[in-house]
């Protein structure tokens, strides 16, 4: 079965300090795999994604992830967070090929940020 | 480039009605995904249109439904509400789907 699982629901890091948010996942073929961020009330803005090649993808604000195949994860790591990082962050699957368009997310890890 | 534009952001509809949303994609992207968000069930999908035609959907009873105009533009109905239909909706626009896309700030729907 696809799914994602997202083994931290909250997280709270001081400010400045490092984070790393889990994401592992289980797919029947390669996956393209998403983070996405959304703020109280908002929509979700994507972070990152990585569909194939280099394994450490790079992202906007600051924000890397690294997949690894043998582990089936794909995390998110900042190296140094900033109160604005305080949010919920979605890992999400998908298929890899445009005519199947479904997306699945994880159920999200909630971060807070400590001053 | 505008972004992913949803009307209303906020509803609120008594059990029994139906309503509709609106999703209007980043210009050119012509696949349109509807998510429902809740506490309990988190992002759920519920169905995906390109060109007009429902290419993909997900498990939601048939009182959800949606449809794409030919310039992509996007409306999903829900008709008889019920309370747990209560949720953020969000709808996200692509180029060809699959490969990424662009959320909008959803719908705030509350059934009472």
């Known amino acids: 079965a696809q799914s994602v699982t997202q083994p931290d629901i909250h997280i709270t890091v001081s400010e400045g300090a490092s984070l790393e948010l889990r994401c592992n996942y289980s797919y029947g073929a390669t996956p393209y795999l998403f983070w996405y961020v959304q703020s109280p009330g908002q929509g979700l803005q994507l972070l990152l994604k990585?569909?194939?090649?280099?394994?450490l993808v790079q992202g906007i604000k600051g924000f890397e992830a690294e997949f690894k195949r043998s582990q089936s994860s794909f995390n998110l790591r900042k190296p140094s967070v900033h109160w604005s990082d305080a949010a919920e962050y979605f890992c999400a699957v998908g298929p890899g090929y445009s005519s199947a368009s479904k997306i699945i997310f994880g159920s999200g890890t909630r971060l807070s940020i400590r001053p | 480039k505008a972004g992913v534009t949803q009307t209303p952001r906020y509803l609120i509809k008594t059990r029994g009605q139906q309503v509709t949303l609106s999703c209007s994609p980043i210009?050119?992207?012509?696949?349109v995904s509807w998510y429902q968000q809740t506490p309990g069930q988190g992002l759920q999908f519920l169905f995906e249109?390109?060109?007009?035609?429902?290419?993909n959907k997900g498990n939601f009873p048939g009182r959800f439904s949606g449809r794409q105009f030919s310039n992509s533009r996007s409306e999903m109905n829900v008709s008889t509400l019920e309370l747990g239909d209560s949720a953020l909706y969000l709808c996200a626009s692509s180029l060809e789907g699959g490969n990424g896309y662009t959320f909008g700030s959803g719908t705030r729907l509350t059934v009472v």
């Open positions: 210009s050119g992207h012509r696949s």
């Open positions: 249109y390109f060109s007009e035609t429902q290419r």
């Open positions: 990585y569909f194939s090649g280099d394994t």
